[in-house]
């Protein structure tokens, strides 16, 4: 047994197999890491790796040295979280350190900013890691998590820095932040977008949530190796501005808001125009005319923090612009279907502050139009936000159509119960409830206006819907493009 005062013990096992935190994909001589997880200890699992053929067995003090056989390598460390990062970095070269990495965090806006830089560097010079998929070169994987398990991560960027692609935008979750995933990763530059509440099935408060994403900046930018490091923040937001005391002197803080004029890039003006909006920027003592095909004051927001980064990157104005203004939107993220008929948007919106937002754009943007909404909350999450949506929604909207989201193990009547607590007996009668989704979907489109507005709320871009551990294939832009076509 070796103990260890450090997490980055590569040198030891660098002559051994692949590092994993799964015990399932052990092969002859890989490395096991023991890591405990919210509902199971890593040590339950260390002998079926020893009979895979594990070579060493990596843990913390918690590590039971009592079942590793003596030719087995056994090392404990500080936390076995960390040095599973720092080992997966090492096996693939520390592929990070040769891409301009920007971490994007926040509740809302990481895929939208995402998906736009992208769009503005282009698909040559710039790839991304995120919610939706990995995008690097001609491939496009779909993902299972926000930011990918770590030796999955590393592993993907390897294949990005294998591409020559010089910039990736990396969609860095609290969940990820919090455990470690991107542990032994250099990153250059950061954004902050917002918090608002979310995840605290996981976090507990709000507080915890904050300190999670803060790591971003006050650990893992802050301790990066890489040079002229810079920090994207929105102002606007109180953790933000919290955010920007954390950061060391030597990384270059950039500010963006649609209210502060002080901040280094500012909002000064929004002009509705034909295709869009005309936006007027100020940065410094320059003035900067734009046209986005965008709306709503959150996307008004991800231009800031997309054109902040790029113009401090050296791109060229023209080409910030031209990305900006060829820019349609994220997959899922207000997205609009294409029809003759009616105005329906799809959009990821599962929280209260980002389904309030999505519902004051769409006013905003068709004034006077009904607006109806079709949502539901997800089972096994946060049970506290269920209420304030239901409040939310049926306070704003016209007609709400209530129905089940992911309900995962509880029961779709339960969550729809939480929701309908929130809803006050004079908004009552805008509620419909309609328990099967595809048959919420297909009565929603159906009994809507010609000039009405329909937001189908919560699931994006998701291609299932989870049932009793049961991902059944589900995709709410499907149903709505089967609904249409019958309707035609």
Do not use: W
Request: hydrophobic share 35%; proline share 2%; glycine share 6%.
């Amino acid at each position: 047994m070796h103990i260890s005062k450090s997490n980055n013990i590569f040198k030891k096992i660098k002559h051994l197999g692949v590092p994993t935190n799964n015990s399932k994909k052990i092969k002859k001589n890989d490395i096991f890491f023991a890591i405990n997880g919210e509902k199971e200890n890593g040590n339950i699992y260390i002998e079926d790796a020893i009979t895979k053929g594990a070579a060493a067995i990596v843990g913390d003090k918690s590590l039971n040295t009592k079942i590793i056989p003596k030719n087995i390598l056994s090392l404990i460390v500080p936390n076995v979280r960390k040095s599973f990062g720092i080992a997966c970095s090492n096996f693939f070269s520390n592929p990070g350190d040769n891409i301009n990495l920007c971490g994007i965090t926040g509740t809302n806006g990481k895929t939208s900013i995402a998906y736009l830089l992208h769009a503005i560097f282009g698909k040559e010079q710039s790839s991304l890691i995120g919610t939706i998929e990995n995008k690097y070169g001609s491939k496009k994987i779909k993902s299972i998590l926000t930011t990918p398990d770590t030796f999955d991560l590393n592993k993907t960027l390897k294949e990005i820095k294998n591409h020559e692609i010089k910039n990736c935008f990396l969609e860095v979750s609290s969940h990820s932040l919090e455990l470690s995933r991107v542990e032994g990763i250099n990153f250059d530059s950061g954004i902050f977008t917002n918090i608002t509440r979310d995840h605290l099935d996981f976090h507990k408060n709000m507080n915890s949530y904050y300190k999670s994403k803060a790591k971003l900046f006050s650990y893992y930018l802050n301790k990066s190796k890489k040079k002229n490091k810079i920090a994207v923040i929105n102002i606007d937001d109180k953790y933000g501005r919290k955010i920007t005391k954390l950061i060391n002197r030597n990384i270059k803080v950039i500010s963006y808001s649609v209210k502060n004029s002080n901040a280094d890039f500012y909002l000064k003006s929004i002009e509705k125009v034909k295709n869009g909006n005309k936006l007027i920027i100020k940065n410094d003592k320059n003035e900067f005319t734009l046209e986005t095909k965008l709306f709503g004051s959150y996307n008004l927001q991800n231009i800031l923090a997309s054109f902040a980064i790029s113009k401090s990157k050296g791109l060229s104005i023209k080409k910030i612009f031209d990305g900006i203004k060829k820019f349609e939107g994220a997959p899922g993220r207000l997205e609009k279907i294409k029809n003759k008929k009616i105005n329906i948007f799809i959009d990821y919106a599962h929280t209260p502050d980002a389904i309030k937002k999505s519902i004051q754009s769409l006013k905003k943007n068709f004034n006077d139009k009904r607006i109806i909404v079709l949502f539901g909350c997800g089972g096994d999450r946060d049970k506290g936000k269920r209420a304030r949506m239901g409040k939310i929604v049926s306070e704003a909207a016209n007609k709400i159509i209530i129905t089940s989201d992911n309900p995962r193990y509880e029961s779709p009547k339960t969550i729809i119960q939480d929701i309908i607590q929130g809803i006050s007996s004079k908004n009552i009668n805008k509620v419909k409830v309609i328990s099967n989704r595809g048959n919420a979907i297909r009565f929603s489109i159906k009994s809507t206006r010609k000039d009405d507005v329909l937001l189908i709320a919560g699931k994006g871009h998701e291609e299932y819907q989870e049932i009793k551990g049961i991902k059944n294939k589900f995709s709410d832009k499907r149903e709505v493009r089967k609904c249409l076509k019958i309707l035609k």
